[in-house]
């Protein structure tokens, strides 16, 4: 896992209290970082919720941080690492249901 963390919570479907400036990542329903989002800081998510739940399609990251997503809740199943901002997910595409995101 990823060096330290914290647990994150937030409420689900609406814009953490970070706000876009202050996230580490932040998600978006459609690609190109279209439709609705969902702003995080640094730390983990062991459950998207069933709002977020395989709808996460796109996501912009502070430029100094990493996120790491994973197909099951509980960080469980499999596993990808991103280090950029990511338009269209590809084969990530709505299959992500926990993750974590560390900035060094």
């Given amino acids: 896992m990823i060096g330290k963390l914290w ?5 689900l479907g609406v ?15 459609d690609v190109n970082y279209g439709g ?3 702003s ?5 998510q062991a459950w998207v919720g069933d709002d ?10 502070d430029p ?3 996120v790491q997503v994973f197909e099951g809740a509980n960080f469980a199943g499999a596993t990808q690492t991103y280090w950029d901002d990511t338009p269209l997910l ?12 560390e900035c060094p």
């Fill in 7 to 11: 647990v994150g919570l937030f409420a």
């Fill in 15 to 29: 814009v953490s209290a970070s706000s876009r400036a202050d996230a580490c990542v932040t998600f978006y329903e």
């Fill in 36 to 38: 609705a989002s969902m």
């Fill in 40 to 44: 995080a800081g640094e730390g983990s």
């Fill in 52 to 61: 977020w739940k395989d709808r996460i399609s796109s996501w912009l990251l």
């Fill in 64 to 66: 100094e941080c990493g």
């Fill in 90 to 101: 590809g084969e990530w595409n709505d299959k992500i249901s926990s993750f974590v995101c």
